[in-house]
């Protein structure tokens, strides 16, 4: 988990977000993801999705960072 952490965080920082915080995502007990605030929004990194989406406070989507191939199907 900390590797993809990493990577999320070197994206963001590529392209100028320097986050703030860093929250876990669980769902029904799961870790699914990443959220970052930083000054001006927040940037969501989801497992199954392997990309950060970036909003904006007002919640507008601004920009899609794809950080590799989808994790969907990939389970045995």
Known sequence: MEAHHDLATAALQAIGIRPSMRTILIRKGYF???KYRFDGGVAVWLVEE???EIYGDDGELLKTLALG???KGSAA
């Open 50 to 52: 392997n990309a950060i």
């Open 69 to 71: 191939p989808s994790q």
């Open 32 to 34: 699914v993801g990443h």
